[in-house]
């Protein structure tokens, strides 16, 4: 199966979820099942290409000019993960399905969950670290839904807002440092970079790169001091927990230093830093986990300890240390997975997850017993279960690792790590099954149907298999150090197996074991003193630092941003103000290279006129009537300096625009007094006015400087003009630029045209059912209306000039690609016609012959343009690239064909919807202010009986 339909898959499938929901939850399961199961199987079929040491590579071209393009590489490194994040996956959706109660949103749930499956697989299959950081991005809001799905919990929401925060600040370092990587080799494709470490390591950047990806790295896989979240991630829902701390979220930090490992390690920097901090967090992680009395929290600091110790393993850089943490990674992901199901089997049975309330269970839950217990041994490192296997071979590893000159410290704390490790193994089976039963259960505690208990024991199978035939894993680690290492060759040349003989490692397991057990006996007087001892607490910490840094934020918010445009405005008009004069006074500004041309009068006279309307407008804006007539005034002087300077388009775009603007502002001014109330000062308004001054001589000064000199460059008006017809097959250089040259620019605007009109209708639905709505009703006009609300002589007219108009329009529109023209303009013109409609014939009369509803025409309009950029793709070239041809009709004579008609066609569409949408909905708001005015209109169709008045009665009692 094609990459791209591996990484794809669960983000088309998490749109069945929440269609399927009201199927049943059977039904919400099957589906997400069917759909990671379908991606397994896919990743599956690239399982021969993998064994025999070859690596996929994909690549689609999205944006080449940035280096972000779709490219996707798999390698023994990303088979593996992929596998664990997809299989382990299967396993969580198994389970999740009898887990979650029924007052749960199985369909948010399961959407939530694909999504951030999907944003996992693409970071362990991205070839370009830009591509990367998307889907990095991705897993921490997918996650940060996923840890606060239970919204009626307020630690289920600080715990997201937390998990968000950390790993958000520091995908934000990571995305400097891998943008710092890019720069040192000149691209940003994994394949290239892995291929460069000598030149990544002898760049002045390598440090800062290092430091910022280590920290995005550290951030998202819980490494000290950024451990904290992780455990107040628990607040979700245990699947949730299971599938974070297992196969994915904490592992991806994990995946990223595995995978950057060829080209960053081997340095000092890298071997004191990565060391240090998985060394820490490992002890420091098994520490707090044997006093926590949560069963969720106990294993969450058990996820940060193993975490470290993986970190620790690929932090000293060597082949035998890579091996280790690939091994370990791959016992963790089943051993933790498993322990996490098994304590959500506990809190879903016995209503607690409290170990001080528990004991006994052993007998009451043999089945849960058994599968607890043997993850939690093996997480222990007992022998004959994997995790023993892997925890010998880092104490192997530890023993020949100096840090700080040291030769002691790292083995000493890696004992230690291990002790503590053992201890809350063997206090989660003793405190938690074992002991008498008893009578104060929150709820009878037994074993639940297999649907719960059947995903664990499945993972507990590899646990005990690999234990005692650790050769079945051994290729598959083999392969996967190949990967992590970059070649054969450095791959250490040994046998996973249970006895190596008596060698230290195994003298320091058994004192970490037998530790353990010790600790164990002596677990009260510990937790006294651990009780006892001074000791930050990180979530303490955290809220203490976000709160000083917001009270600090709020301090010039509140001076600044306090909600006044004009202050606003003066900030921003001020600043640019005074940055161009020091640009002006400090640069070099030439000599005239032009003369002024001569000025004629009716130039003169336009400018006066405009200048006069702009100036009585600042004056005289508080009459909004008067103020709406001057804006009209300098619209339409602004169309005459377009067709002046012989820009017919802009003219015809700008006329247009102004008739429909004015028409929705006179609308809007229904519901406005007449006039704006003084609400500034004369030193504000002084004030205010001396910038405005300033930035109108300044921006005078700009333009008299640009007109008056030669341009150092050739402007960019050349290429359109040379490449117009020869490239988008139109002598309409202005049409051809907006579908052809920056059609994707125009495909953006005509998506916020129609998200504007939507919000605008949504608006008005709001107004009109909500407390507004009685004020609307009980609302007198300022001044007597006319009693002739609909005129004959308009009706008439509007109804005879309608297809005279729409065939203006069609006309607009055809010509657009070569004329003065185009859909955007052709829609404005079908736009003014419908509202005349409206204006002539009322509100009920043109809604009743509405055919298609203005929110399917803007979508179709999206829709269509969108259809037509994606054609493209099917001959290889990018998104909304235009072709043309010419066809030859008998007994017509040749025509053009082009691709930008049909895009054209969306832009006409949606232009239309957009303005008939938000017209309509302010003639909604208008209608019902004014019900008791008759909204009655003419009906001049002789085919028509002649109408009753019971649709403005019934009209009337719907309102």
Known sequence: MSLFLIVLLPFLGSLLPGLMNSAGRQACASVTFLVSLTAFIGLLTNLPVILAGEVVLVRVDWLPMLGLNFSLMLDGLGFFFASLILGIGLLIIAYARFYLSRDDNMGEFFTYLLLFQGAMVGIVLSDNILLLLIFWELTSLSSFLLIGFWKHLPEGRQGARMALTVTGMGGLAMVGGMLLLGQIVGSYDLSVILENRDLIQASPLYLPALLLILLGCFTKSAQFPFHFWLPHAMAAPTPVSAYLHSATMVKAGIFLMARMWPVLSGTTEWFVIVTSAGLVTMVLGAVIALFKNDLKALLAFSTVSHLGLITMLLGTSTAFGVLAAVFHIMNHATFKAALFMSAGIIDHEAHTRDIRRLGGLR?????TFVIASLAALSMAGIPFL??????????EQALHTKLFGSYWLVPTLA???????????????SHTFLGPVRDDYPSQPHDPGAGMWLPPAILVVPVVAIGIAPFIAEPFVLIITEAVLGNAASVPKIHLKIWHGFVPPLYMSIVAVVGGLILLAFYKPALRIWDALPRPEAKTIFDAVIAAAVSLAQRPIQSLHNGAFTRYGAIMVATVIIAGLHAWTTGVVGEPTRAIQPVSIIMV???AMLVAATGGLAFMHRNRLFSLILIGIVGLMVSVGFIYFSAP?????QITVEVVTIILLLLALNFLPNQTPIESSVLRRSRDTAIALAGGVV?????????LRESVTAPISEFHLANSYK?????NVVNVILVDFRGFDTFGEIIVLGIAALLIFALTETLLSGPVRARLLNRLPDKPLAGDMHPMMMVVLTRVMMPVVLMVGFYIFLRGHNEPGGGFIAGLIVSVAVVMQYMASGFSWTTARLRYPYHGIIGAGILVAGLTGMGSWFVDKPFLTSDFTYVRIPPFDKFELATAAAFDLGVFLAVVGAVMLSLESFSRLARRADMNISDHAIDIDPSRDDPDDTTLSQAKEEV
Do not use: Q
Not at 363 to 367: E, Q, T
Not at 727 to 731: S, V
């Open 363 to 367: 007998k009451l839950m043999p089945i």
């Open 386 to 395: 994997n995790g023993f296997l892997s925890k010998e071979m880092m104490l």
């Open 415 to 429: 004992v230690v790590g291990s002790l503590f490790s053992a201890a809350y193994c063997f206090r989660l089976i």
């Open 605 to 607: 006279a336009g400018w």
């Open 649 to 653: 388009d802009l003219a015809m775009t």
């Open 699 to 707: 921006a005078t000064l700009l333009s008299l400087h640009y007109l």
């Open 727 to 731: 490239g988008g097959g139109g002598t």
